[in-house]
């Protein structure tokens, strides 16, 4: 198993920013999928980054341009750089780790977008 351990999350005013990581137990070797996903009350999960071993990534339409995932393959660790953030934002977000006949995710950290 690999822990995921979330960090970041808290309450930032409209416009701030804010940058959460996914650190992971130990390293991975094998092809993997890794980012992050949130949901808000009353709303499904939705994507919001993710990045492949590769550096290759993928972003849900209502982030693009706002927010950045990058990978620190050293320390075993996912970031997402939040900017321009909206009340809409506010969301638990979850980190997600998949692997062939593998899907992990961490224990959430909540995102609150307020004035």
């Known amino acids: 198993q690999v822990q995921l351990v979330e960090s970041g999350g808290g309450l930032v005013q409209p416009g701030g920013s804010l940058r959460l990581s996914c650190g992971a137990s130990r390293s991975i070797y094998s092809i993997f999928v890794m980012g992050w996903y949130r949901q808000a009350p009353g709303k499904q999960r939705e994507l919001v980054a993710v990045i492949n071993n590769g550096g290759n990534t993928n972003y849900g339409d209502a982030v693009k341009g706002r927010f950045t995932i990058s990978k620190d393959n050293a320390k075993n660790t996912v970031y997402l750089q939040m900017n321009s953030l909206k009340p809409e934002d506010t969301a638990v977000y979850y980190c997600?780790?998949?692997?062939?006949?593998?899907?992990?995710w961490g224990q959430g950290t909540q995102v609150t977008v307020s004035s």
């Open positions: 997600n780790l998949k692997m062939v006949a593998y899907d992990n």
